[in-house]
């Protein structure tokens, strides 16, 4: 009975060890990212009726490390028939992360602000010259709970389509890149003074079984 118990204790110290150990070769990489998008475009430089807005991102999931939609720029015909002209207008998306993998992501270093400018002009309602252009991610690296992430933005400048075309939606699309953030891997020491640790527990157990026989 209290060679039963010790082999229960000696297992119970070398699962406890191997995981104190095993837990430095961290988590997955990949993470479900739970996000929102709120865009503006500001009145700045429009010549006409403005007829450029952003459609947002209200609640979307995607699978980082992955490209993902930030939301769409949607053009409208002027209603005038007439030509809207922009110049250096300014726009901004903010980026949220809401969950990851499901749960409050702590700490979550967003939202990230994207930002630009859209030149050219739109007339009737088949014709868009339009561009935006985004400025260089001022903060591309953040942290959302256990991942380090860096945003970067595909498709830039980004020719707008006409009211004529898919509806005059134009999907802005962002990138994800995700690293799992894990505990530094072993030294050789600590790996020693493991193998060390389990070395001098059985030759306890044995010596304790030796004397009992």
Do not use: W
């Not at 119970?12 to 191997?18: E, K, P, Q, R």
């Not at 992501?105 to 602000?113: H, K, L, M």
């Not at 505990?183 to 004397?211: D, I, N, Y």
């Amino acid at each position: 009975m209290r060679m039963t118990r010790g082999g229960t204790g000696l297992r119970t110290t070398v699962i406890a060890l191997g995981l104190v150990v095993g837990t430095a070769y961290g988590a997955r990489a990949d993470a479900i990212m739970n996000y929102s998008t709120l865009g503006t475009i500001d009145a700045t430089g429009v010549v006409g009726t403005p007829v450029i807005s952003f459609e947002s991102v209200g609640n979307d999931i995607f699978n980082a490390p992955s490209s993902f939609s930030l939301g769409n720029f949607q053009v409208a015909a002027p209603k005038d028939g007439g030509t809207t002209t922009y110049t250096n207008t300014p726009f901004q998306i903010q980026y949220q992360t809401n969950l990851v993998n499901g749960v409050v992501a702590v700490p979550n270093e967003t939202p990230i602000v994207l930002s630009g400018m859209l030149n050219g002009q739109v007339s009737g309602s088949n014709q868009s010259s339009v561009v935006a252009t985004f400025d260089p991610v001022a903060n591309p690296d953040f942290k959302t709970g256990l991942y380090s992430n860096t945003l970067s933005i595909l498709d830039s400048p980004l020719s707008l389509v006409p009211s004529s075309t898919n509806g005059g939606r134009t999907t802005a699309q962002g990138r994800l890149l995700t690293n799992a953030i894990t505990t530094p891997v072993p030294e050789p020491s600590t790996v020693a003074l493991f193998l060390t640790t389990l070395a001098g527990l059985g030759l306890c157990h044995r010596s304790r079984g030796g004397r009992r026989a």
